[in-house]
């Protein structure tokens, strides 16, 4: 697995439906996400994109739907990526899908309308399934038990990763997965991408760790 960097102008084009944006951020509850993860990603969006109306030379915006604190609202938002990488106070990484999966197992009707959904309805940060799901202690006991850190699955409001987690599973690009324990590293590691992932902002040294590397069904519990 590589990783480039790369301007946002070189990539725009490149971007799909489905790509992975990944952020490491700087505050404290993002240095909080870090830190119990081991990892230096600290947040994750997923990229939409938007034809303009009545225009026959194909223009798009990329936008990138996620559930952050962004302009006095804390949940599931929707904008334009090129706003949040002119303003975004640490790394960004983009996280391309496997084309073959894509053209396989990417349903994107159903991806869009779950997605869609969550921001018209205007679905709530989870900070406590947040916190709870980078806390991997003591999640799996002896006889199919769970200990105080394990989330069951519930989407009655969304952190990050669960968001995108649930919207790559109604997709049909990952099997049944419980979204509510996808930290943002975790979906990261998922082996669902191409075999190169490109820097757009920040520190070049920060890279993220076991890229590409695990199987998504290992989430499933």
Not at 12 to 41: N, Q
Request: aromatic share 12%; hydrophobic share 35%.
């Amino acid at each position: 697995m590589t990783i480039e960097r790369k301007d946002y102008s070189e990539v725009r084009t490149m971007m799909k439906p489905g790509d992975v944006i990944a952020f490491g951020g700087k505050g404290h509850f993002s240095e909080l996400i870090k830190f119990a993860t081991r990892s230096d990603v600290s947040h994750v969006g997923v990229i939409l994109q938007t034809r303009v109306v009545d225009d026959t030379t194909g223009r798009f915006f990329n936008q990138i739907i996620e559930s952050t604190s962004l302009n006095d609202y804390s949940g599931v938002v929707i904008s334009r990526l090129s706003d949040r990488l002119n303003t975004y106070d640490g790394e960004m990484w983009w996280l391309p899908l496997n084309e073959s999966l894509r053209s396989k197992k990417f349903d994107s009707e159903r991806f869009y309308n779950f997605l869609f959904n969550q921001a018209r309805e205007r679905k709530g940060y989870d900070v406590p399934q947040a916190l709870q799901s980078a806390v991997d202690v003591l999640d799996d006991l002896p006889f199919g038990l769970h200990g105080p850190g394990y989330n069951r699955e519930d989407f009655s409001r969304f952190f990050c990763s669960e968001l995108v987690a649930a919207g790559l599973e109604k997709a049909g690009t990952v099997g049944p997965v419980n979204a509510s324990e996808v930290t943002p590293i975790d979906l990261c590691r998922w082996n669902i991408y191409a075999g190169t992932y490109y820097q757009l902002k920040g520190q070049a040294e920060k890279q993220i760790s076991r890229y590409n590397a695990l199987d998504p069904a290992a989430w499933n519990v």
